[in-house]
């Protein structure tokens, strides 16, 4: 038996700490398994206080089973919880739930430890601690203390929250949402996301899955998601983004939060969906749950409100559909049943009398029309409108569909309280998502349309190979060189790493006497002339920066000066290891960056740079492996990304040649363990086919 599958399609449960007490989570959890019982599934009750619970025979340990059960569910006081799970371990338990909390989320790190080397000795695979438990509704199995929910059907949602989770199955209800499979995952001690995304890729009764995360704990979470989602939407809804977000969500569940950037990069790499509000989670769940695919961005928005007809017109621009030309056909035939005061455009008004029949032929002629992929359907209460009707007609419509090849996704915005409440509910019953507004429908409509036509935008592997093999070649012809320039990583030595390893970089010297730099200034031309010493790290705040100096001896014994009062104030013991002489060059100031995330390993960052990345904070995130075509997608997240393709008549700045720097960034991260982070600030981009240079550079090592 696969070991995830004991824990969602187990034929025998066990539940350590199984009571009658309302009241009880042993009791919560017995009460529920009972459907599973009566499904042919079976229930082992263990406590050491009763002879049978529920009429089942109790038993006074695991041991004491007959069989070795499929699944083993604990709810027990932490202290005993790690003595039951090694128990279960010496009589083969595979798949456990740990319900019971007091472990890392209580900083009780000491006693999670302990129940951590015990699953892996035993290689027990295991959801929790400190959380609600498991349902599969398409096996009966409710393994958790949550109350009984009946509706069976496509979501399956994973939660690092029991009450977020529990809020969901509620509001489930009353949009008409049904589940697959539900995941509480707690502390996330064994089991973590990816291992569950890459079961639910292939699980024939899973079409969306919804995840509430507080933090991730492996990187593979990157490729599972990305993997799935070419099958299946996924919905990410990520807690902790604020400083006192992230601390509330390591007090409850003991997880690091992480970086926020870093966490967005993460999941635009994986292609999921990372919204940012519950009501945005809710609101993708209604469509995607229920409605077929969006085959182009051409939407036609039907409405009895020329007001709400803009509004969603507005929606529609920014949310990058389009609203569809109606053919010939569509809007002669329009004309026969409109008022002369309607107009035949889209969106189309029905204008406020607008009745029954009226949207039930608009309706039929539009989502007959050949440009149209995509139906919205908007109602205001007037005093002659019968929302239930028109309600009606759409769920008509979508029947209709069904046993059509060509299906359209249609979403309806009845706007208003009391009057429409009836009507909405009536299509959320039947399977047709309706939105409070129509920028949300809108909204949703885009994200559908997203889903339908996910490609993998950077997935060929052949240019960052190439660079992989230029930075391995490097390092393997030049290793004492390397150990130096990094035991030493100043600017100068920063520099000509980069430059073994393909790297373009300005000729430079360095001169240690005033002589000298007058020397190299005189063979260089127009020169830039910077302090070398690894404990100066903002040059230009410590006046040690010179353009284009008349005379490069007095340059260097200012910038000597400089820097050793700029230590001295700041009783920094550093050295001064002499002044970079390095040819002047120009173009677009960019800022590239890398670090290692704790998660995510390395990540880079790029930028507008120079004095515009303190002021803008404009800068995009990349999670290595980086391509060449992912490195594209990195630069077009920028909201600066149009000064590089040129404005107001300036040349288009070398993007290819930034991509490239991208890529190797990342690759240097990747192959040299040691680096903790890189800091080019700037990079000189020229213009297109011109290249470019590193302006500056600093390599951190561990």
């Keep these: 038996m696969n070991t995830l599958e004991g824990i969602f399609n187990p034929k025998s449960v066990a539940v350590i700490g199984a009571s009658e007490i309302e009241g009880k989570v042993g009791q919560s959890v017995m009460k529920n398994l009972l459907n599973f019982k009566q499904h042919g599934g079976k229930v082992y009750p263990v406590n050491k206080k009763y002879n049978e619970v529920y009429g089942i025979k109790c038993y006074g340990s695991v041991s004491d089973i007959p069989e070795t059960p499929d699944l083993v569910i604990i709810s027990i006081p932490a202290e005993y919880a790690v003595d039951a799970m090694d128990e279960c371990g010496k009589k083969g338990v595979k798949a456990a739930i740990i319900i019971t909390a007091g472990f890392s989320e209580t900083n009780n790190h000491e006693l999670e430890e302990r129940l951590e080397a015990i699953i892996k000795q035993y290689g027990i695979r295991t959801i929790g601690p400190n959380c609600l438990g498991v349902i599969n509704l398409h096996n009966h199995l409710n393994a958790s203390f949550s109350k009984e929910f009946s509706k069976m059907g496509n979501i399956a949602f994973i939660s690092q929250s029991g009450a977020i989770m529990t809020a969901l199955l509620d509001i489930a209800n009353y949009y008409n949402l049904g589940f697959s499979k539900i995941v509480s995952m707690g502390n996330k001690i064994d089991v973590q996301e990816y291992e569950l995304l890459n079961y639910l890729e292939n699980d024939p009764h899973t079409k969306v899955v919804a995840l509430y995360i507080e933090g991730l704990k492996d990187e593979k979470f990157i490729s599972a998601a990305k993997k799935i989602s070419r099958k299946k939407p996924v919905i990410v809804l990520k807690s902790g983004k604020s400083e006192e977000g992230a601390k509330a969500a390591s007090s409850h569940t003991g997880s690091l939060a992480g970086n926020n950037a870093v966490y967005d990069a993460a999941f635009k790499k994986s292609r999921v969906f990372n919204v940012e509000s519950f009501e945005d989670l809710v609101n993708l769940l209604k469509i995607f749950s229920v409605q077929p695919p969006m085959r182009s961005k051409k939407l036609a928005v039907v409405t009895n409100a020329g007001g709400f007809g803009v509004l969603a017109a507005d929606s529609v621009e920014k949310c990058g559909l389009e609203l569809a030309d109606f053919s010939a056909t569509t809007v002669s035939e329009l004309k026969k049943y409109l008022p002369d005061t309607s107009g035949i455009s889209n969106p189309l008004d029905l204008i406020g009398d607008a009745d029954v029949n009226r949207y039930k032929h608009a309706f039929e002629l539009v989502e007959n029309d050949p440009n149209v992929d995509g139906l919205l359907a908007i109602l205001t209460p007037q005093g002659m409108t019968d929302a239930l009707g028109v309600a009606r007609e759409l769920?008509?419509?979508?029947?209709?569909?069904?046993?059509?090849?060509?299906k359209i996704p249609i979403v309806a915005s009845f706007v208003g309280g009391t009057s429409v409440l009836e009507a909405r509910s009536y299509l959320q019953e039947k399977g047709i998502p309706s939105f409070i507004c129509p920028d949300l429908a809108v909204h949703a409509l885009a994200c559908l349309y997203r889903q339908s036509h996910l490609m993998d935008k950077y997935d060929s592997p052949e240019y960052l190979n190439e660079i992989r093999s230029e930075i391995a070649e490097a390092k393997a012809n030049n290793p004492e060189k390397i150990d130096e320039l990094l035991a030493n990583a100043n600017e100068s030595n920063s520099k000509e790493f980069l430059k073994l390893n393909g790297f373009a970089i300005p000729e430079k010297f360095v001169a240690t006497t005033k002589e000298e730099?007058?020397?190299?200034?005189?063979?260089?031309?127009?020169?830039?002339?910077?302090?070398?010493?690894?404990?100066?790290?903002?040059?230009?705040?410590?006046?040690?920066?010179?353009?284009?100096?008349?005379?490069?001896?007095?340059?260097?014994?200012?910038?000597?000066?400089?820097?050793?009062?700029?230590?001295?104030?700041?009783?920094?013991?550093?050295?001064?290891?002499?002044?970079?002489?390095?040819?002047?060059?120009?173009?677009?100031?960019?800022?590239?960056?890398?670090?290692?995330?704790?998660?995510?390993?390395?990540?880079?960052?790029?930028?507008?740079?120079?004095?515009?990345?303190?002021?803008?904070?404009?800068?995009?995130?990349?999670?290595?492996?980086?391509?060449k075509e992912y490195a594209g997608e990195i630069l077009h997240s920028l909201k600066s990304y149009k000064i590089l393709e040129g404005v107001r008549g300036e040349n288009r700045s070398d993007i290819e040649f930034l991509k490239e720097l991208i890529v190797r960034v990342?690759?240097?991260?990747?192959?040299?363990?040691?680096?903790?982070?890189?800091?080019?600030?700037?990079?000189?981009?020229?213009?297109?086919?011109?290249?470019?240079?590193?302006?500056?550079?600093?390599?951190?090592?561990?």
């Design 395 to 406: 769920v008509k419509l979508k029947n209709y569909m069904i046993c059509k090849k060509d």
């Design 517 to 627: 730099a007058k020397e190299y200034a005189e063979n260089l031309g127009k020169v830039v002339m910077k302090v070398v010493s690894a404990d100066i790290l903002h040059k230009s705040d410590a006046g040690c920066v010179i353009i284009d100096p008349s005379d490069a001896s007095e340059a260097f014994e200012t910038i000597m000066k400089n820097g050793e009062k700029y230590l001295f104030d700041r009783k920094i013991d550093g050295i001064i290891d002499g002044v970079l002489i390095e040819q002047f060059v120009t173009g677009k100031e960019i800022i590239i960056g890398a670090k290692r995330d704790p998660v995510f390993g390395p990540v880079v960052m790029t930028g507008l740079g120079g004095i515009f990345i303190e002021v803008l904070k404009d800068v995009s995130f990349g999670i290595t492996p980086i391509t």
């Design 666 to 702: 990342g690759v240097l991260m990747e192959t040299y363990d040691e680096i903790s982070e890189i800091d080019i600030n700037p990079a000189f981009i020229k213009e297109e086919g011109q290249g470019g240079f590193v302006g500056d550079a600093l390599i951190i090592t561990k």
